[in-house]
């Protein structure tokens, strides 16, 4: 089952064991997808050896042919694997912080910033770019729920930019599996020093509850909100 594939079973396992994970995780998604990886690679071998053959640059070829098939091969299994794993979390509560948590650069990553009882979730990410806020959910929810936690942010932003996202099928929000790209290209408005003093004054703002790592299992529940104290 998809479900047995997971960030924790991954960074347990050795390298060998964390690509048969993965293999077995696009398998189960794609069928085509390992015998195109293993065909592409194949045929770029022959057709450099067949063109070494006719040409007499066989002792050239070869190792080139070995080495370009090997790595298109990567490339190929790279992809399909990102979008078989995007498409297993497809849905699931928690889906985009697992995304924003597994994004390169200098990402400082808070899962769940705000939340409601009905499981709608706003995600925070702080890079070059500026704020990036992230909710999943119903979206009529999250419109609020986002505009809230933006005037939030902003009272400790200060003139830095803030970008909106809401990750879902629905109209208007954007696919899991495009998240990532999307934000990867936003332009990069800060310095390194301006993103470690953000970072500080976000500090003040406590999120409202933490969120495991990754996707929750279907079913779960939101916790409870304590209740604050009266003296």
């Given at each position: 089952?998809?479900?047995?594939?997971?960030?924790?079973?991954l960074?347990?396992?050795?390298?060998?064991k964390?690509?048969?994970?993965v293999?077995?995780?696009?398998?189960?998604?794609?069928?085509?997808a390992?015998?195109?990886?293993?065909?592409?690679?194949?045929?770029?071998?022959?057709?450099?050896?067949?063109?070494?053959?006719?040409?007499?640059?066989?002792?050239?070829?070869?190792?080139?042919?070995?080495?370009?098939?090997?790595?298109?091969?990567?490339?190929?299994?790279?992809?399909?694997?990102?979008?078989?794993?995007?498409k297993?979390?497809?849905g699931?509560?928690?889906?985009?912080?697992?995304?924003?948590?597994?994004?390169?650069?200098?990402?400082?990553?808070?899962?769940?910033?705000?939340?409601?009882?009905?499981?709608?979730?706003?995600?925070?990410?702080?890079?070059?770019?500026?704020?990036?806020?992230?909710?999943?959910?119903?979206?009529?929810?999250?419109?609020?729920?986002?505009?809230?936690?933006?005037?939030?942010?902003?009272?400790?932003?200060?003139?830095?930019?803030?970008?909106?996202?809401?990750?879902?099928?629905?109209?208007g929000?954007?696919?899991?599996?495009r998240?990532?790209?999307?934000?990867?290209r936003l332009?990069?408005?800060?310095?390194?020093?301006?993103?470690?003093?953000?970072?500080?004054?976000?500090?003040?703002?406590?999120?409202?509850?933490?969120?495991?790592?990754?996707?929750?299992?279907?079913?779960?529940?939101?916790?409870?909100?304590?209740?604050?104290?009266?003296?």
């Open positions: 089952m998809v479900d047995n594939y997971n960030a924790d079973d960074a347990k396992a050795g390298r060998l964390q690509i048969r994970l293999a077995g995780l696009v398998n189960q998604q794609d069928r085509k390992l015998p195109i990886v293993f065909g592409s690679a194949v045929g770029i071998i022959v057709v450099c050896v067949l063109v070494g053959l006719f040409t007499g640059t066989l002792a050239f070829l070869i190792p080139l042919g070995v080495l370009v098939g090997v790595l298109a091969g990567m490339i190929l299994f790279g992809r399909f694997a990102q979008a078989a794993q995007f297993a979390i497809e699931q509560p928690g889906a985009a912080a697992a995304v924003l948590q597994s994004m390169r650069g200098n990402w400082t990553v808070t899962p769940a910033v705000t939340a409601n009882r009905n499981m709608d979730v706003v995600h925070r990410a702080v890079g070059r770019a500026g704020v990036v806020l992230v909710g999943e959910g119903v979206p009529a929810r999250l419109t609020g729920l986002m505009a809230a936690e933006k005037k939030k942010t902003a009272r400790v932003a200060h003139e830095v930019p803030i970008f909106e996202f809401q990750v879902g099928n629905a109209e929000q954007i696919p899991v599996k998240l990532q790209r999307k934000i990867m332009p990069r408005n800060l310095r390194p020093a301006a993103v470690s003093d953000l970072n500080y004054r976000l500090k003040a703002l406590q999120p409202s509850l933490q969120m495991p790592k990754g996707p929750m299992p279907k079913g779960a529940r939101m916790p409870k909100m304590p209740r604050p104290k009266v003296r």
